[in-house]
């Protein structure tokens, strides 16, 4: 106000260099008043965020004014799971944790679950629920809300209850690995059944295949039965007497004539 020549103004917001509407009124000592007027959308992330209105005249260096943007913004909401660690699994304890950061603070968290209602014995304080001896009966969708004067937000849990663990496995490195679910289990086993079934089959068809040997060979010495005659036999049926017999199975001819015998 009251300068002369009139004054520019800028405005800058955080590194950034805006450009207001200005108006300029002359008084009647031919002095300046410069207004200026910012306008602009703003988000949570530019709350606590300096702008500065800068003047800029000749008689005048670093002449600025400055104000903190205060943004108020509804809640922002996250679930976190207390408790358990991995499944939640029958018979087993659940602890959920609603975090809840607005501007002003939220002044209000409540739970529920959506399209029932929340079991009869689980205990809500605060922001924490809180529910024991789970079954599968809880199964569903869990919701926190908060509010404050902006605004609410919402989070929401899906609780899936998986079946209890049977028996307690003995540590070891096969036993974490399988203890993940019951498929991994039941895939550990499957290939020792997968064995036994191949070994059975291949003993059965080696004994087949030794049965069918046996009746071949069986019979084919049925049948060639009384068909053999040794060498030494042939020409003894057709020989007259002892000694014609014997010199026939030795020599092979029925001639016994030609042959002699001579004693010196």
């Not at 996250?78 to 499944?87: N, S």
């Not at 004994?207 to 030494?232: D, N, P, Q, S, W």
Request: hydrophobic residues 35%.
């Amino acid at each position: 106000m009251g300068s002369k020549p009139a004054a520019s103004i800028t405005w800058i917001k955080g590194d950034q260099e805006l450009q207001g509407e200005s108006t300029v009124e002359e008084t009647y000592d031919r002095m300046f008043t410069v207004t200026s007027r910012l306008t602009l959308t703003v988000s949570k992330e530019d709350d606590g965020m300096p702008v500065i209105c800068v003047i800029n005249h000749p008689a005048v260096k670093d002449f600025q004014a400055q104000k903190y943007l205060e943004v108020q913004y509804k809640p922002e909401v996250k679930i976190v799971v207390g408790y358990p660690e991995g499944l939640t699994r029958e018979g087993e304890n659940l602890e959920l944790t609603c975090k809840a950061k607005g501007k002003p603070q939220p002044h209000r968290i409540t739970w529920f679950k959506v399209d029932d209602d929340v079991p009869s014995h689980a205990v809500i304080t605060g922001s924490d629920l809180f529910i024991e001896n789970l079954n599968k009966s809880y199964n569903g969708t869990y919701r926190c809300v908060a509010s404050n004067l902006v605004g609410e937000a919402f989070d929401d849990y899906i609780l899936y209850v998986y079946d209890a663990l049977t028996s307690t496995p003995t540590p070891s490195t096969t036993t974490i690995i399988s203890d993940n679910s019951q498929d991994s289990r039941a895939g550990v086993g499957s290939p020792q059944k997968i064995d036994h079934a191949v070994i059975g089959g291949v003993v059965a068809v080696v004994v087949f295949i030794m049965l069918c040997l046996l009746i071949i060979l069986g019979r084919y010495f049925a049948r060639h039965k009384g068909t053999y005659f040794t060498h030494e036999a042939k020409g003894a049926d057709d020989a007259a007497d002892a000694d014609t017999a014997i010199i026939n199975a030795e020599g092979g001819h029925s001639n016994s004539d030609n042959k002699k015998e001579y004693y010196i």
